[in-house]
């Protein structure tokens, strides 16, 4: 069994974070997929959803088996090429941050307060898979493993510099 855990906290609002990664057309940032979106007969966002990657020698086609905006989804890949038995992926989204404070004395003595919120949302992303033995098994494991956590990688950090150009 394959695992996929990644972890990125971006400078931007639960919600944003969620929708952006939750919305299929940017599942494009990977640097394989050429189209990513839902699928023609896809009921739109939330559970049930259909969403297709498509790429080069690669397609996808995924069910969002649950959505809960904006803490989490997960996916189950129904039907692909190369063939992979997945397990399921989950993105889970939990808001972080601190606050910074300061402030002043004035010549009486009283302590008067500012500060400001630097939040952001961390982002959690495990997936499960392997691939029959008949498709390459462990073999093509090594290879989509590397090739699934640079795309995974790059998804993240598009939706992040996409968000906190954003926030700026």
């Known amino acids: 069994m394959v695992e996929i855990h990644l972890g990125r ?3 931007a609002p639960q919600e944003q974070v969620f929708d952006w990664l939750a919305d299929p057309v940017n599942l494009a940032a990977a640097p394989l997929a050429l189209r990513a979106g839902y699928a023609r007969d896809s009921p739109g966002p939330g559970k049930g959803a259909l969403r297709q990657v498509i790429g080069p020698g690669m397609w996808f086609r995924e069910q969002i088996t649950a959505y809960d905006r904006p803490h989490s ?3 189950l890949i129904l039907k692909s090429f ?3 038995d997945h397990e399921g992926g989950t993105l889970t989204f ?6 910074t404070a300061s402030g002043t004395f004035t010549q009486s ?4 307060a500012s500060g400001a919120d630097s939040g952001g949302t961390h ?4 997936s499960h898979y392997t691939h029959p033995a008949w498709a390459g ?10 090739l699934l956590c640079t795309s995974f990688t790059a998804i993240l950090d598009a939706c992040a510099r996409s968000l906190e150009s954003a926030v700026r």
Do not use: Q
């Open 94 to 99: 939990t808001a972080s941050g601190t606050f």
């Open 137 to 146: 098994g462990k073999l093509l494991e090594a290879l989509s493993h590397r």
């Open 73 to 75: 989804y997960s996916y």
């Open 9 to 11: 906290t971006i400078a």
């Open 109 to 112: 003595g009283t302590f008067t």
């Open 123 to 126: 982002v959690d992303w495990l």
């Open 82 to 84: 190369p063939p992979f």
